[in-house]
């Protein structure tokens, strides 16, 4: 068993993987191929650099770019794409698990389709379960090749997470309609809901070198907090009430039109402003206030990395993100006529 394991987090596998889709390592001085950084730009982790080429079993081969080691930043590894289909297909994939889509995806579906399928989705991700599995078995299929793709993530890395997933969703799916229901049941559930998540990310696992992982699960854990609260307080002041349909963004989707078109665009382009200057000021904010509180430079931009300080902005940050998506940005719209 130890002996898979450790082949399972060989970095070998994941360079025959690029190779299969077209993605090979550049030449140190190579003539003429166009060429791209780590998946353009997929694996220019912050604080980590480029990586060099593994050692050990398989050291006369390029390398993929996974050795978990700090290395200077000086280094870049550069790749030629052959296959363009697959190098899209993954750039799109990796999108998929990044803040880019988070910020438009669910709070489009919130704002344009229907606010109690995005409450599903992000809660549960599922309605009808079937359904929702597929989705998700897609949408996570996606991003996990994708990150073998970037040279982000092992093999074990992700059947690691694909097993993991499992155990969670056999152990918890009996309990999701009354997870579901718990923000109109308890008073006290903002208070789990933003506790919780801030205890996990806090005490998120340490490496011997910065990760940007830690803040990439803060972003989207407290995103999801900051959604959970915000449809709480929707139901606590009627502000949307729950549909009496099973599924209603199949049964009322009007057909499109081009004012239809118009009405949707202009209410995603009022609530992706909002929802950017409501980022923007928090970050700010929280960020002079624990700069003062630990005493830190304003100016050391390396000081955003430790733990006390990022984990802190990050979860206020995207919490109040998806509140003023959930909240904020739908009586902006009611205000201004659009719903």
Not at 153 to 159: C, I, K, R
Not at 296 to 303: G, L, P
Request: hydrophobic share 45%; charged share 15%.
């Amino acid at each position: 068993m130890a002996e898979l394991l450790w082949s399972l987090q060989d970095s070998q596998l994941v360079a025959r993987f690029q190779r299969r889709c077209g993605l090979f390592p550049a030449p140190d001085e190579g003539p003429g191929e166009p060429c791209a950084g780590p998946a353009e730009g997929a694996a220019r982790a912050p604080g980590l650099g480029h990586l060099p080429a593994a050692k050990g079993r398989g050291a006369g081969e390029p390398a993929s770019g996974l050795r978990r080691v700090a290395v200077p930043q000086a280094y870049v590894q550069k790749y030629i794409v052959k296959n363009y289909f697959y190098y899209y297909l993954f750039r799109f994939s990796a999108a998929l698990g990044q803040e880019v889509f988070y910020i438009t995806f669910l709070p489009f579906t919130h704002w344009n389709i229907d606010p109690y399928l995005s409450r599903r989705l992000t809660i549960i991700w599922v309605y009808p379960f079937v359904l929702g599995l597929m989705t998700a078995v897609a949408f996570s299929t996606l991003v996990s090749l994708s990150r073998l793709y970037t040279g982000m993530h092992t093999v074990l890395d992700v059947l690691g997470g694909i097993l993991i997933t499992a155990i969670l969703i056999v152990l918890t799916y009996p309990a999701w309609t009354l997870i579901d229901r718990l923000d109109s049941a308890s008073p006290l559930f903002p208070v789990c809901v933003l506790v919780v998540p801030f205890f996990l990310c806090y005490n998120y696992p340490v490496s011997d070198y910065y990760s940007p992982t830690r803040a990439d699960t803060t972003t989207i854990m407290a995103a999801g907090a900051g959604v959970t609260i915000g449809f709480w307080i929707n139901h606590f002041f009627q502000l949307v009430s729950k549909p009496t349909e099973s599924l209603p963004v199949i049964q009322n989707i009007p057909p499109l039109t081009s004012d239809l078109l118009v009405l949707g665009l202009t209410k995603f382009t009022v609530g992706i402003v909002l929802i950017l200057l409501v980022r923007q000021l928090v970050q700010n904010l929280s960020l002079q206030v624990l700069y003062s509180w630990f005493k830190v430079v304003t100016r050391n931009k390396e000081a955003r990395q430790r733990l006390e300080i990022e984990v802190p902005y990050k979860f206020v940050t995207y919490t109040s993100v998806g509140i003023c998506a959930t909240t904020f940005v739908p009586m902006l719209h009611r205000f201004l006529g659009l719903l």
